[in-house]
C-alpha cells in the first residue's frame, strides 16, 4: 500500500470562499498556538482547524513555533506509521 502523498498547509489559498485566517500577532511577531511561546520571524509550520455549520466551512490555521511544529509533525508520522501497521 502506498502512503498518501504529503501536503503541506503552510497557507490557505487566498482565493478559497469561507477561508479564516486566524495568525495572533504580538508586537513583535507570532505567539504559538501550542505552548504559547512568542517568536519573530515567520512560524516553523501551521496547525489546521477546520469547522462548519450548515453550508458555512471555516478554516483556521494557527501558527506553532520551531519545537512544536517539528513534535506535531513526528507525533502525526508516528500514528499514521502505527495506524498502518495494525491494518496489516
Known amino acids: 500500500m502506498r502512503p498518501p502523498p504529503l501536503v503541506t498547509?503552510?497557507?490557505l489559498d487566498?482565493?478559497?470562499?469561507?477561508s479564516v485566517r486566524s495568525e495572533p500577532r504580538t508586537e513583535r511577531?507570532?505567539?504559538?498556538?501550542v505552548c504559547g511561546e512568542r517568536f519573530e520571524g515567520e512560524p516553523a509550520g501551521s496547525g489546521l482547524f477546520i469547522w462548519s455549520r450548515g453550508t458555512e466551512v471555516?478554516?483556521?490555521q494557527p501558527p506553532l513555533?520551531?519545537?512544536c511544529a517539528s513534535?506535531?509533525?513526528?507525533?502525526?508520522?508516528l500514528a499514521w506509521e502505527n495506524e498502518e501497521e495494525e491494518e496489516g
Open 9 to 11: 498547509l503552510d497557507r
Open 14 to 18: 487566498t482565493e478559497t470562499p469561507n
Open 29 to 33: 511577531g507570532f505567539e504559538c498556538d
Open 58 to 60: 471555516r478554516y483556521e
Open 65 to 67: 513555533c520551531e519545537e
Open 71 to 77: 513534535k506535531v509533525t513526528i507525533g502525526a508520522l
